[in-house]
């Protein structure tokens, strides 16, 4: 019992030190911290959680992509990865993959109105302005005050031709009329 109290509290010293590096942008000693805790116990996914977000952070999505999934065999139950790998997968242009986790992470917590912003998003970039429209309204009856949902639905609104709602929403949004 000793021993793993003991382990328990490395593993705890080393994520604080990997999150004061990590605000330094000591990414290295971040990852190194971090990577000491898989050493110690490979089971806790907040290790490959937190190693996939300071790899998107540098850029360097492939490794993100390696130890977000990890993370998900590890702890299939969190959204947060599934949301976060989709996030990925659109900065690397594979939109398949990247609807694949969010309708996944929507499948665990239909209640975060990032997803279906996510969703939105997606169907507006294959012009698919119905399903995207359905998307930004959901994320709105989630979020009401939701900015961003407002702004794009707004804009889909007035490309398939209703002006007068994606004037409404502009109005929501800025509290005045624009007529662009």
């Not at 359905?134 to 490309?159: K, M």
């Not at 398939?160 to 409404?168: A, H, V």
């Amino acid at each position: 019992m000793i021993k793993k109290n003991s382990t328990y509290k490395i593993i705890k010293n080393n994520f604080e030190h990997a999150a004061i590096q990590k605000k330094n942008k000591n990414y290295k000693v971040a990852l190194d911290f971090l990577k000491k805790n898989i050493t110690l116990d490979p089971k806790i996914y907040e290790s490959y959680f937190n190693i996939a977000n300071i790899y998107e952070e540098i850029g360097n999505f492939d490794e993100a992509i390696k130890y977000l999934i990890k993370a998900s065999e590890i702890n299939p139950k969190d959204y947060e990865i599934k949301v976060n790998l989709g996030n990925i997968y659109i900065h690397k242009e594979l939109y398949k993959e990247a609807m694949e986790q969010f309708q996944l992470a929507f499948r665990i917590n239909s209640r975060d109105y990032r997803i279906s912003n996510s969703v939105g998003m997606l169907q507006r970039k294959f012009n698919n302005n119905i399903n995207a429209k359905d998307a930004f309204e959901y994320s709105l009856s989630l979020d009401p005050t939701n900015e961003f949902a407002i702004n794009q639905l707004s804009i889909i609104e007035r490309s398939i031709g209703n002006y007068e709602r994606g004037l409404k929403l502009i109005y929501q949004l800025t509290g005045k009329i624009s007529l662009k």
